[in-house]
């Protein structure tokens, strides 16, 4: 009969050679879409390692994070009344739309109600959005006068913003 005894030191070092090769960011990831032409910001955006970035959709790459809080406003005034998620139950799929002059950009859930990705309408999709100062952040119409006219979320047919000007949704995803 042949004894294997593991110690501490080696059970650690048979862990870290059998675990995962890639270590992911952790912590929370703000993503914003506002007024102002229509202007988005998504943390890490520029430093291209927490995004996946395609014309028609940019996916955050660390897919086991849930929407952790979301706030909608419209001239300062929180349209989801106090609601940290704004009625969304992270735990089944979401999504927030917002509409510009026709257009939309959609914040939703892609995968077991996990992870967070950003779809353009083919009229705006992400080449055609400006850097600003800001690395992180793109601007789509910058000047042009139009305002976000919906956001909706999970496709309720009320929209938390009424088209005058000073629209805003800022989600937080938390990556574990």
């Known amino acids: 009969m042949i004894r294997l005894t ?12 059998c675990g995962p090769s890639r270590i992911e960011a952790q912590g929370n990831t703000p993503i914003t879409v506002k007024d102002g032409s229509i202007l988005l910001s998504a943390g890490g955006l520029d430093a291209g390692k927490t995004w996946t970035i395609s014309p028609a959709e940019l996916r955050h790459l660390n897919a086991n994070g849930v929407l952790s809080g ?8 929180d349209r989801c009344a106090g609601n940290a998620t704004c009625g969304i139950d992270p735990a089944k799929p979401w999504t927030i739309q917002v509409v510009y002059n026709e257009r939309w950009v959609t914040i939703a859930s892609f995968s ?6 950003v779809k353009f309408s083919p009229k705006i999709t992400f080449d055609q959005w400006q850097k600003t100062a800001n690395p992180d952040e793109r601007e789509f119409g ?7 006219s919906s956001i909706k979320v999970n496709g309720s047919a009320t929209s938390l913003c009424s088209g005058k000007g000073a629209c805003a949704v800022e989600l937080i995803y938390r990556t574990p």
């Open 6 to 17: 593991l110690t501490t030191s080696l059970t650690l070092a048979i862990l870290l050679l």
């Open 112 to 117: 077991a109600n996990k992870g967070v990705h």
């Open 70 to 77: 979301l706030k909608i406003t419209e001239g300062g005034a």
């Open 142 to 148: 910058h000047g042009e006068g139009r305002h976000i």
